[in-house]
């Protein structure tokens, strides 16, 4: 399954295929333990596959929250080298105070 797929899909699709492919995983990892397990490739695919899942769906809420992202761009809420040393600054001063 390719992300693009499911960012054409609707929430409740998306929930509806996680549970199924936790479902999946689960038996999976019964079957490895009772030595039933005959593709364990597949248990990759599937953990791989839930995480395209969740990565759509975080995704999906954010973009409710920031507002709407650009076609294939994802935003990151990483913050400016200036913002970061301020923060550095600061918990260096903190620190020596104790």
Known sequence: MKANELRQQNADNLQRQ??????????LRMQQGTGQLTRPSRMREVR??????????????????????????????????AATKA????????GSSK
């Open 18 to 27: 996680l549970l199924d492919l936790r479902k999946e995983e689960f038996n």
């Open 48 to 81: 791989r596959d839930i995480a395209r899942v969740k990565t759509v769906m975080t995704e999906i809420s954010s973009m409710g929250t920031r507002g709407r992202l650009s076609a294939g761009a994802v935003s990151s809420p990483s913050a400016s080298p």
């Open 87 to 94: 923060t550095s600054d600061e918990l260096a001063v903190a």
